[in-house]
T-cell receptor
Framework: GAVVSQHPSWVICKSGTSVKIECRSL??????MFWYRQFPKQSLMLMATSNEGSKATYEQGVEKDKFLINHASLTLSTLTVTSAHPEDSSFYIC???????????FGPGTRLLVL | QKEVEQDPGPLSVPEGAIVSLNCTYSNSAFQYFMWYRQYSRKGPELLMYTYSSGNKEDGRFTAQVDKSSKYISLFIRDSQPSDSATYLCAMRKYSGGGADGLTFGKGTHLIIQP
């Protein structure tokens, strides 16, 4: 149980384009989903917290207009990187938890390369 | 000072050895402590979850939390080559029933030599 999927697993795009990443909880209802970013040799850094049906809460330094998060259902959250630039190239990972769980289960991650 | 400090390694040990991994942290508000295993280019996999101080054992893995020293450890007994991965410590504060994001260490790259 507690499986989280992400799509796509990797994406290459041109600078200035937008990229959408999906995060799905496959076997449980995720009341809260989180988006993290991991640069090479760095720790995972929390970007935002997303509760189903509510606006996402962004961490300090994360531009909410650049990283659009939608959590429209209890099993799906999307992260859209708008007007992507090379410095946005990173490993984006989502995690999910339900109201009854205290642990977070992570997706496999999406590797983004912006040329 | 980073909130969570973890030696990135690499840590290389022979097969069968006991492995000791640890993290220190500075924020006394952290109440929940986790260890994740991450293989290259994959998402983290939860290994151990503990609340507050104490020990927890699961198979070959033992997690220890010492809140007075702000120090957590993960021990792996009878280490296997398949244990080779990056081990991340993570922690979060008590959120009053809601869910909070995790604060991670950088991860320790562990290599078990056959």
């Amino acid at each position: 149980g507690a499986v989280v999927s992400q799509h796509p697993s990797w994406v290459i795009c041109k600078s200035g384009t937008s990229v959408k990443i999906e995060c799905r909880s496959l076997d449980f209802q995720a009341t809260t989903m989180f988006w993290y970013r991991q640069f090479p040799k760095q720790s995972l850094m929390l970007m935002a917290t997303s509760n189903e049906g509510s606006k996402a809460t962004y961490e300090q330094g994360v531009e909410k207009d650049k990283f659009l998060i939608n959590h429209a259902s209890l099993t799906l959250s999307t992260l859209t990187v708008t007007s992507a630039h090379p410095e946005d190239s990173s490993f984006y990972i989502c995690s999910a938890t339900s109201g009854s769980q205290e642990t977070q289960y992570f997706g496999p991650g999406t590797r983004l390369l912006v040329l | 000072q980073k909130e969570v400090e973890q030696d990135p390694g690499p840590l290389s040990v022979p097969e069968g050895a006991i492995v000791s991994l640890n993290c220190t942290y500075s924020n006394s508000a952290f109440q929940y402590f986790m260890w994740y295993r991450q293989y290259s280019r994959k998402g983290p996999e939860l290994l151990m979850y503990t609340y507050s101080s104490g020990n927890k054992e699961d198979g070959r893995f033992t997690a220890q939390v010492d809140k007075s020293s702000k120090y957590i450890s993960l021990f792996i007994r009878d280490s296997q080559p398949s244990d080779s991965a990056t081990y991340l410590c993570a922690m979060r504060k008590y959120s009053g029933g809601g869910a909070d994001g995790l604060t991670f260490g950088k991860g320790t790259h562990l290599i078990i030599q056959p």
